[in-house]
């Protein structure tokens, strides 16, 4: 599965963005999925994650309330909405597809395809 993630730029804060991210090769329809973002000099963090039923969902706690993962299937997508952005939301993001027919993945080590990452930033 290759992936691809789009969506980012400049959003004022409080704004909101939709990041997509699209499978070029491959099916989404049976993975997990999860959404992580990395800051200059941080770590790579979870942020949301779906099992590959949809039917369970992850939330980290900094964007919790905030943010929503869903899947559209037939496009063979992944989409992060996210609403009342913050300064600190302010980072690279990447989207990544777990393993097949497996339920939420909270590692990194967990997700075996990452799309390249998609960068914005939140202006106070």
């Known amino acids: 599965v290759q992936l691809q993630a789009c969506g980012g730029g400049l959003v004022q804060a409080g704004g909101s963005l939709r990041l997509s991210c699209a499978a070029s090769?491959?099916?989404?329809?049976?993975?997990?999925m999860g959404w992580f973002r990395q800051a200059p000099g941080k770590e790579r963090e979870i942020l949301a994650a779906m099992s590959w039923s949809g039917s369970h969902t992850y939330y980290s706690d900094s964007v919790k309330g905030r943010f929503t993962i869903s899947r559209d299937n037939a496009k063979n997508s992944v989409y992060l909405q996210m609403n009342s952005l913050k300064p600190e939301d302010t980072a690279g993001y990447y989207c990544?597809?777990?393993?097949?027919?497996?339920?939420?993945?909270?590692?990194?080590?967990?997700?075996?395809?990452w799309g390249q990452g998609t960068e914005f930033t939140v202006a106070s």
């Open positions: 990544a597809a777990g393993r097949p027919y497996s339920g939420i993945s909270y590692s990194t080590n967990d997700y075996n395809n």
């Open positions: 090769s491959g099916t989404l329809s049976s993975r997990s």
